[in-house]
């Protein structure tokens, strides 16, 4: 019955099971990352065509205020001429019809224009928004003449400032006198423009500014210049921009914009979240791991104080039930002692085996208890188990003991290291099939006492070296595989020692070592 060999199958299968499970949900995990990281390229898409079609909106909007203020140009060139008209005189035609060049006048009820002539002299000025009034705050104390003067000071310097645009027409009203026509975009044209601006700064904003959306980069490739940019700007300065970019290009293909005489490029990278995505299967399973850990060492604690109060019991209950018998056979052999008919020789006997169920007895007492260790010569016990198992096992295994002359003081409880001897002499023989060889080597180093047990048995697998100390594992047909793991336990726990196969080799035999603290 091999409990271990069971127990390791359904580990192998748990295991399995846990790694099928761990490839599924990584599998998932990562198609959804690769869904949300898909989704982000298609919107980085979808941004691109918003620019161009912006570009094109500008574009279009562009070319009708060149168009509206060409219009508005020609308006002002009309009443301007229609102005020139009225002031021009013609002699001999006193009845001249003004009608149709007032109606030109009168119709310009928009555009600002200031008429100023070759003198620098305010000659006139229409749809303007402001008057003396606006400007008396900063000259309270001027008179009327003064403030009017400094008003059309004012009017000089705003009719420069249009002229600077070309907004400005020349016309000779009459031989020897030069008006010049000033004007700027009518209010329309102006709410027009500011109204397109805003929209333009607020697409810009919500596209490319927005440092919540994903990292993108809008980079001319003509002029060699940024554009816009949502990251921060020590990213995009004059220094780190052509390293951002690459980085950029590497992660993802840049999208190409083309305006109508220029080539941009747009950088993207995934957004933040989709990163922190990509970690979280491998944190979701590193804290399920931690907690399945913590979960399973406690548990493993638990069970194994179970184990330890299950042997304690079993142990103390053995040792219990044979304290009965042992003294009824003691009572007998004091009995036998008075027949003279009896053989001496076999009442020898039976008082040895009595004595060795007594050894056992306290063995199992003391499983459970704190072992009491005494400083005593490790190789008298170790002779005294050989002594006892020479005449108990087969004639055809033989049975070598090799130990220094001097004495090993070694701390120890001499009960239950016999009982140790005995489990793996015992293994030794069984291995041998009851024929072979076994040497027992006792000597010592500075720190430790070893106690070396060869045979000659069929040996061990290497992958065995450490599961046959394992509750329930064992190479035999009857057995439940505990005796070794005795012998580690009373090793391990009682005497802070080792025990381990020393070496094996499959049909030559093992080397099982002891080593104890030196006292």
Partial sequence: MNLYSNKQKWKIVLMAVALIMVAFSLWASNNIVQRVSDRERIRARQWADAIRKKAEL??????????????????????????????????????????????????????????????????????????????RPQWPDADKKTLVKHFEDSLLKLARSWGKRSNVFHIEVVQGLTMSYYYTDSKRTVQLESERDSLLTAFNAELISDSRLVPVVLYDKDQEKLIASNLPKKKTDSLQLQKTIANLALINDPIVIRFDDSISLLYYDDSQEVKLLQYYPYI??????????????????????????????????????????????????????????????????MQKDVERLDTVSQRFSKIGSDAQLHSADIRSTVEGVVTYLRPRISARV??????????????????????????????????????????????????WAHIDISDTGKGLLPKQFKTIFQPGYTTKKRGWGLGLSLVRRIVRDYHKGKVFVLRSEPGKGTTFRISLPMS
Wanted: proline residues 6%; charged residues 20%; negative net charge.
């Fill in 58 to 135: 500008v574009g279009f909007t562009d070319r009708a205020f060149l168009q509206l203020r060409e219009y508005e140009r020609k308006r002002v060139k009309l009443w301007a001429d229609a102005t020139t008209e009225i002031s021009r005189p013609i002699p001999g035609d006193p009845n001249r019809n003004f009608d149709f060049p007032l109606a030109i006048i009168n119709d310009n009820k928009d555009i600002p224009v200031i008429i100023v002539d070759d003198q620098n002299v305010i000659y006139g000025y229409n749809n303007l928004d402001f008057d003396t009034s606006n400007i």
């Fill in 284 to 349: 979701q399973f590193l804290i399920i791991g931690l907690f399945v850990f913590i979960a399973y060492m406690m548990f493993n604690t638990f069970r194994k104080a179970e184990q330890n109060q299950v042997w304690a019991g079993m142990a103390k209950e053995t040792a219990h039930q044979l304290g009965t018998p042992l003294s009824s056979l003691m009572a007998w052999i004091q009995l036998l002692e008075t027949q003279p008919s009896v053989d001496p020789n076999i009442i020898t006997e």
């Fill in 398 to 447: 033989s049975m070598d003991f090799i130990v220094q002359p001097a004495p090993i003081p070694v701390r120890h409880n001499k009960a239950l290291m016999e009982w140790v001897m005995e489990n793996i002499l015992k293994n030794a023989v069984d291995a041998m099939e009851s024929s072979g060889a076994i040497t027992i080597d006792v000597h010592t180093t500075p720190e």
